[in-house]
């Protein structure tokens, strides 16, 4: 911390009687010493965090504190107030003053070494040397680590002050803290393992997995584990934080989370794969509760373990909330990165796709030569409104591959990733380069930002690096290798793509249309079902797509019907086959089925996959390639037995779908009778739990 905080940044005779008057005050010493280029431009940003949640905490503590633009590098300023200074803890007023100005684009080093200071705030030892200290140098020291605070300690403390400067020296190093580790007292026990007390019931201690998070992710968010930590200690508690900061955050072991009795939620801001904590007991507070209350957090949690509530499930995270799991290959990754990608473009899909399907429906197949409804629309004719249907779904197609582009870069890169992504995405549709074209491009600039970030940039231009400089550099490097080297490659490849789909007849038609049934089938929602749903919904995300296009969408979307209604069916004519549990779930079945969700048969497949995956996936390819057979086509891309009026051919379109149901239900009934059956009322393997909690598609879509 010895760049952050010198005497200079000390004033140990703070004489500001409010906390705006403070941070001036020490925000001016950041100024004189060039820190800080702007100081009403700074002060309005601490204003502005300070008006989010007041940074007073109890012990007499103040920490104002922000991310700026106006800030050249981190910076700590430390004041003491004999008055003290109101900073909205409930206790009263503050006498510790520390004002942390973060630049936009401060890096993890320095603001881990922050966040360890944030730690160490909740050492009694420290804060106490600190109010006793009367040198402005001795105090900077301290807070560098460079003095251990023995000298206020008492003397059967000093194995706590020992280790507390120990901290001080790891913070000084620039090391990120462990989630679950404890800064002021050496590292947390390892999971399974305590220093403390164990409980009296069971001979092991009462484990708990916290999660803290606070808006600026600098200060409260590790004050806050802290905290919990060191309440769990007294309390004969094992406690193991997940910090979620802005130094990033690792995630805690599945291990550690399965084997957890209780969760505590300290946060301001949304907790990241939250669903890893469903179903046990859990506390969900604020951050600063987690610093002011922690012993009663730990106590509540406790309460409601031992009365048997727990958590219901949460929907998953986003895709790139799911991404970079340690441990991963390339291959799982570049997978998630797709897979975000196309997460993010479905709905524009759908929503484009129904539209589109929509105005043909009410205008006819002339629809898409209409004028602009801008210059001609009349509120009484049906072709009007089709026209604004049609209109509307091809704005939203639109914005199908710079979706696509963008979401796969922000799946590698984060949030500095969206820029060049949508631009890529964008000069895919330009030069005709199409999905390919997007798949490329997103891609492509994932990897320049993480290039890009991988540099050594210097302090002054940090703060304008998330801003300016990562959305110039990598837009400009995007664009240049998708107009001038490989957008024209890419280009050609979609053209002979699509020149081959558009010639596929008979023979060839029928075996595609029986691969993606066999593929939409496989694994009911999964990464290859996804691939058949998103290499039909490409086909036809253009305003007036291709007879082939429309056909291979009728296909993917006749097969994924399948298995589910399949399943309703078989709990239906051989009830005594099945569990009870899993006849209730054939009811719920019937109408996921109908509606194009795949997921109904999860609970089927979980519980008995070597019999009920062959068998729908052979379902699935009747259904394929019979719906290509019979020449159905389809313009919507969701909607199962809702959108048949917009299916060509909608008779034999059902026959092939209810083929490929009877095949499935047989080979199920079929397999399933070979085996002993199963007492009725008992549960089979995973099938326990009702549909409702297991077949829960993770999007809007046939997934």
């Not at 491009?441 to 993480?450: D, E, H, Q, Y």
Request: hydrophobic fraction near 50%; include cysteine; charge should be negative.
């Amino acid at each position: 911390m010895s760049e952050m905080i010198t005497a200079d940044l000390v004033d140990l005779d703070l004489s500001a009687d409010t906390k705006e008057a403070a941070a001036r005050a020490l925000a001016e010493r950041m100024v004189a010493l060039g820190r800080v280029t702007d100081l009403d431009g700074f002060l309005a940003d601490v204003a502005a965090r300070e008006a989010q949640m007041p940074t007073g905490l109890d012990g007499g503590i103040g920490i104002p504190h922000c991310r700026s633009e106006h800030v050249i590098e981190p910076t700590l300023a430390f004041g003491r107030s004999a008055a003290g200074i109101d900073f909205g803890a409930p206790d009263g007023p503050a006498d510790l003053i520390f004002l942390i100005a973060a630049p936009a684009g401060a890096d993890d080093a320095h603001l881990t070494i922050l966040s360890s200071l944030a730690r160490q705030l909740m050492n009694a030892e420290f804060t106490s040397a600190l109010r006793s200290v009367d040198d402005a140098t001795a105090a900077a020291a301290l807070i560098r680590g460079e003095e251990p605070p023995a000298a206020a300690a008492a003397p059967e403390d000093s194995a706590t002050v020992s280790n507390a400067a120990a901290s001080a020296d790891t913070a000084a190093d620039g090391k990120a803290p462990v989630p679950g580790a404890t800064v002021d007292d050496g590292p947390a026990p390892a999971p399974g393992a305590t220093d403390t007390a164990t409980d009296t019931e069971g001979g092991q201690p009462f484990r708990i997995v916290a999660v803290t998070s606070c808006p600026t992710g600098i200060a409260h968010t590790y004050m806050a584990a802290e905290s919990l930590e060191n309440a769990g200690r007294e309390a004969g508690v094992e406690v193991v934080v997940e910090t979620q900061g802005s130094a990033g955050f690792t995630r805690l072991d599945p291990a550690v989370v399965a084997a957890a009795d209780g969760v505590i939620f300290a946060h301001d801001v949304p907790v990241r794969n939250k669903d890893r904590f469903a179903g046990k007991p859990t506390v969900d507070v604020g951050v600063k509760a987690g610093i002011n209350k922690a012993a009663k957090l730990i106590a509540e949690v406790r309460d409601k373990a031992a009365r048997g509530e727990v958590s219901a499930g949460s929907a998953p995270g986003t895709p790139v909330e799911r991404a970079g799991d340690s441990g991963e290959g390339y291959g799982t990754k570049l997978r998630k990165w797709l897979m975000s990608g196309v997460s993010y473009m479905v709905p524009f899909v759908a929503a484009g796709g129904l539209l589109i399907a929509l105005g043909f429906a009410i205008g006819g197949y002339k629809i898409n030569k209409a004028p602009s409804v801008m210059d001609h629309f009349l509120w009484t004719q049906a072709d009007s409104w089709g026209a604004l249907f049609f209109q509307i779904g091809v704005v939203s197609f639109g914005f199908l591959v710079p979706v696509l582009a963008g979401y796969i870069a922000y799946g590698m890169a984060d949030r500095p990733g969206l820029v060049p992504g949508f631009v890529g995405g964008a000069i895919s549709l330009t030069i005709n380069a199409g999905f390919l074209g997007g798949l490329a491009a997103g891609l492509i600039a994932g990897g320049v930002v993480i290039g890009i970030q991988k540099v050594k940039i210097p302090a002054a231009l940090r703060g304008i690096m998330p801003v300016v400089v990562i959305p110039l550099i990598s837009a400009a490097i995007v664009g240049f290798l998708m107009f001038v080297v490989i957008g024209k490659p890419i280009a050609s490849a979609q053209k002979g793509m699509t020149d081959w789909l558009n010639g596929l007849t008979g023979t060839n038609a029928v075996l595609l249309g029986a691969l993606l049934g066999l593929m939409m089938c496989f694994d009911l929602g999964g990464p290859v079902n996804k691939v058949a749903y998103t290499f039909a919904t490409a086909g036809i995300a253009v305003a007036s797509p291709s007879d082939s296009a429309m056909k291979i969408m009728a296909a993917v979307m006749a097969a994924g019907m399948v298995p589910p209604l399949a399943m309703a069916l078989a709990t239906t004519v051989r009830g005594k086959l099945f569990t009870q549990t899993e006849r209730e779930n054939g009811k719920a079945a019937w109408v996921l089925g109908a509606s194009f969700i795949s997921e109904g048969a999860i609970p089927f497949a979980a519980a008995d996959p070597l019999r009920v995956i062959p068998s729908a996936m052979v379902g699935g390819a009747v259904t394929g390639s019979l719906s290509m057979l019979f020449g159905a086509t389809l313009r919507a891309p969701h909607g199962g037995i809702f959108v048949v009026p917009l299916i060509g051919n909608p008779f034999l379109y059902l026959i092939a779908i209810a083929a490929g149901v009877c095949v499935t239900t047989a080979l199920v009934v079929l397999l399933k009778g070979l085996r002993k059956q199963t007492p009725e009322g008992a549960t089979a393997g995973g099938a326990g739990a009702p549909i409702s909690a297991k077949a829960e598609p993770k999007e809007p879509i046939a997934a």
